[in-house]
C-alpha cells in the first residue's frame, strides 16, 4: 500500500512536470506566432531601422508665374560641407556655389543642400506672393505631415496654396553598419515636384510703380478691365522677401540679414499691412461716380438736371462748403451733371444725394462691391463700411441726419472702402456695367455679374471721367495726353479704347480738425484707359527693365483697357495729401512709363 502511495506521488509530480514542460513550449510557440505572423513586419521595420537609414532630401516647391509665363521666384539651392560623410548626422558648415562646386569635383560626398526661395520680383509683389519660413510648434500641431526641416508659406499666395505647392521630398536609402557608418547606396526616391500656379501678375508694371510711389504710404492697383485679372496689387512702402526667406553663409552678412528683419517688424508704417486690400480710407470723391449713377438709374437726375453752385449749401444753421469755395473762394454757378464730374463739384453732389436719399445711396454703393470682400485670393481683406440710417442707428446709436446724406454723396462720412474696391467699382463702370470679381490668378473665365446700369448713363459718367483728365477737369497731371488721344466725335468707350484717359480725383478727409479747422487728407485717383497705342512704343534704350517689359507685352499680349486706381496715404511730411497733385501725379508716371516715356 504504501509503494502505491509513492507511486502515485511520483506519477502525479511527473505528470505536473510535464504539463509544466508543455506550458512552456506553448508560451514559446505563442510568442513565436505573434512574432512571426502577427507582429513580423514591425519586427522587420526594426532591424531594417538598425541596417538602412534614410535621407530626405529637400521637396521641390512648385513656382509662380507671370502673365508672361515667366517665372517669379526660382528653387535656389544652397550647399553644406560636412565633416564626415559617413556618419549619420554629421555635423554640416554652410558653404558658397563655387566652393561646392569645387568639392563636387573631388569629394562629392562631403557636399549636401538644401532648398531657398529666391523671388525675382522681391518688393514689388512681395504683398501678393508673400514668402516661406520655417514650420513652427503651431504648425506641427495644425498638420502632421509637416516634418521639423520643412519650410512652409507664412504669407501671400506662398500661405494660400501652400498644400499644392509643397512637394514631395526625395530620399536616399543606405546600408549602414553596427557602428551606425554609411555603407553603400541602396535605393533612391526621386520624389515629386510641387504644383505651379499661373498668375494674372505683371511683375515689371508692378515694380514701376512702386517706384512712381517714391516710398510714400499707399496702394496702386491695375487690372483688366474686361475680367478684372489684377495685374498690380502693390502696397507701399513694401519688404524685400528675400530677406525673409534666404539665410547667408557669410556670419557677418547673415547678421545684417537679421538686423534688416528686426527693422522691418518695428518699422512704424507696418510694412507687413497690405494697404490695397485691407486698408479701409474715406473714398472722398471718388464715390460720387457711384452717387452720379445711383442718381441717373433712379431718374432723380438726367443730363440737363443744373445745381447752382453759390460756394456753401446752408440748411438751417448748418454750412456745407464746395472745395472750390473754401480753397479759392470761387464758384461755379449753375453746373450739370458731366461739369459737376469734370469740376468735382461737392454742391451738386449734396443734392443728388439728397435727392436719391440714404439707403438707395447705400444700396448703389453695396451694388458696386462696396461693405463686402472682393473674395480675391489672399487673407485679410477687409471688408470696408457702407453705412445707413439702421447701421447708424444700430452701431454708433444716433439718427441719421441730412448732413450724413451730404457727406456720403461726396465719399466722406463713415463710408469707408479699400484700394482694390475702387479698382473693382471702375472696372464695372469701364466694363459697360459688367462687375467682376478680381483675381490674381490666370483662369479661363472671369466671374461676373451684370449690373443692369443703362448704356448712356454709363456714357454720361464716363463723359465727366474723361471731362476729369482733360483741360478744365481736376486731374490736370492727364491734360497733355488727352489732347493727344482725344476725339470729341466719338462716344466716350471709343475715345477711351483708343488710348484717352477717363479717371476721378479724389482727396479724402479723416481724423479731427486742427486748430484751424483742417483735416489731413488722403489723395486718391481712378481711371481708365486703352492700351491701343502700346502698339507703337519701343523699349527704353536707359531702361532695360522697360524694354523687357515691351518685349513681353508684344510677344503675350496685353489687356485692350485696363483700370489704375492710386491712393496716397496722409503723411507727417505732408498731412494735406491732395488728388490731382500726389495721387494724380503717380498714376501719371506710371502711364509715362508704359509709354516710355
Not at 62 to 78: E, P
Not at 354 to 382: C, D, M, S, Y
Not at 523 to 538: H, I
Request: aromatic share 10%.
Amino acid at each position: 500500500m504504501r509503494n502505491l502511495v509513492q507511486h502515485y506521488h511520483f506519477s502525479t509530480r511527473v505528470g505536473w512536470f510535464i504539463l509544466g514542460i508543455l506550458f512552456f513550449f506553448l508560451l514559446i510557440f505563442a510568442r513565436l506566432v505573434d512574432i512571426q505572423l502577427f507582429r513580423g513586419h514591425y519586427f522587420l521595420d526594426l532591424a531594417n531601422d538598425n541596417r538602412y537609414f534614410t535621407i530626405q532630401l529637400p521637396a521641390q516647391r512648385g513656382v509662380f508665374f507671370d502673365r508672361y509665363q515667366q517665372s517669379l521666384v526660382w528653387n535656389k539651392r544652397v550647399y553644406l560641407k560636412t565633416d564626415d560623410p559617413t556618419t549619420l548626422h554629421p555635423k554640416t558648415t554652410s558653404i558658397s556655389r563655387e566652393e561646392a562646386l569645387q568639392l563636387l569635383a573631388t569629394d562629392s560626398a562631403q557636399v549636401r543642400y538644401g532648398l531657398e526661395r529666391d523671388y525675382r520680383f522681391p518688393e514689388s509683389v512681395a504683398h501678393v506672393l508673400g514668402y516661406v519660413g520655417p514650420v513652427t510648434k503651431d504648425n506641427l500641431i495644425e498638420d502632421n505631415s509637416l516634418k521639423v526641416s520643412d519650410v512652409i508659406g507664412k504669407m501671400g499666395l506662398e500661405k494660400i496654396f501652400d498644400q499644392r505647392l509643397r512637394g514631395q521630398a526625395a530620399s536616399e536609402v543606405y546600408e549602414i553598419n553596427a557602428l551606425g557608418k554609411r555603407q553603400r547606396l541602396i535605393s533612391k526616391n526621386a520624389g515629386q515636384i510641387g504644383q505651379n500656379i499661373a498668375t494674372s501678375l505683371d511683375p515689371y508694371l508692378s515694380k514701376a510703380s512702386l517706384e512712381s510711389l517714391g516710398g510714400q504710404a499707399g496702394a496702386v492697383v491695375i487690372m483688366d478691365a474686361s475680367n478684372s485679372e489684377v495685374l498690380t496689387l502693390l502696397s507701399s512702402p513694401s519688404f524685400d522677401a528675400n530677406v525673409l526667406s534666404t539665410r547667408l553663409t557669410d556670419v557677418i552678412l547673415e547678421r545684417q540679414r537679421q538686423q534688416q528683419l528686426q527693422d522691418l517688424l518695428s518699422n512704424p508704417l507696418q510694412i507687413f499691412f497690405n494697404r490695397s486690400l485691407s486698408g479701409a480710407y474715406p473714398p472722398g470723391s471718388v464715390f460720387k461716380l457711384v452717387t452720379a449713377l445711383g442718381g441717373l438709374e433712379e431718374a432723380v437726375i438726367d443730363a440737363q438736371t443744373v445745381v447752382l453752385d453759390e460756394g456753401v449749401l446752408r440748411v438751417g444753421e448748418y454750412e456745407y462748403a464746395n472745395w472750390y469755395y473754401t480753397q479759392y473762394g470761387r464758384t461755379e454757378g449753375e453746373i450739370s451733371l458731366q461739369r459737376s464730374l469734370s469740376r468735382s463739384n461737392d454742391i451738386y453732389f449734396y443734392k443728388v444725394a439728397e435727392w436719391l436719399g440714404p439707403n438707395k445711396l447705400a444700396e448703389f454703393a453695396r451694388l458696386f462691391g462696396f461693405g463686402q470682400v472682393t473674395k480675391i485670393e489672399l487673407l485679410g481683406e477687409t471688408a470696408g463700411v457702407v453705412p445707413d440710417p439702421s447701421w447708424k442707428e444700430r452701431v454708433i446709436g444716433e439718427p441719421w441726419y441730412l448732413g450724413n446724406t451730404f457727406h456720403m454723396g461726396i465719399g466722406q462720412g463713415d463710408i469707408l472702402v479699400t484700394p482694390l474696391q475702387v479698382g473693382q467699382m471702375t472696372q464695372a463702370i469701364a466694363n459697360h456695367g459688367t462687375l467682376c470679381q478680381p483675381t490674381l490668378l490666370k483662369k479661363d473665365h472671369a466671374d461676373c455679374s451684370e449690373l443692369g446700369i443703362a448704356d448712356e448713363n454709363l456714357e454720361l459718367v464716363l463723359l465727366g471721367m474723361l471731362d476729369a483728365c482733360s483741360s478744365g477737369g481736376t486731374a490736370y497731371p492727364f491734360f497733355p495726353h488727352n489732347e493727344i488721344y482725344r476725339d470729341e466725335e466719338m462716344n466716350a468707350q471709343q475715345q477711351i479704347k483708343n488710348g484717352a484717359v477717363a479717371c476721378k480725383t479724389g482727396t479724402s478727409e479723416f481724423g479731427g480738425a486742427d486748430e484751424k479747422g483742417y483735416r489731413k487728407t488722403h489723395a486718391w485717383l481712378t481711371m481708365t484707359m486703352g492700351t491701343a497705342g502700346l502698339k507703337d512704343v519701343v523699349g527704353r534704350d536707359d531702361d532695360e527693365h522697360h524694354r523687357a517689359w515691351i518685349k513681353q507685352v508684344k510677344e503675350a499680349g496685353f489687356p485692350e483697357k485696363i483700370v489704375i486706381t492710386v491712393l496716397v496715404e496722409s503723411d507727417e511730411d505732408n498731412p494735406f495729401k491732395e488728388g490731382s497733385r500726389d495721387a494724380g501725379e503717380v498714376a501719371k508716371e506710371i502711364v509715362d512709363w508704359m509709354y516710355g516715356k
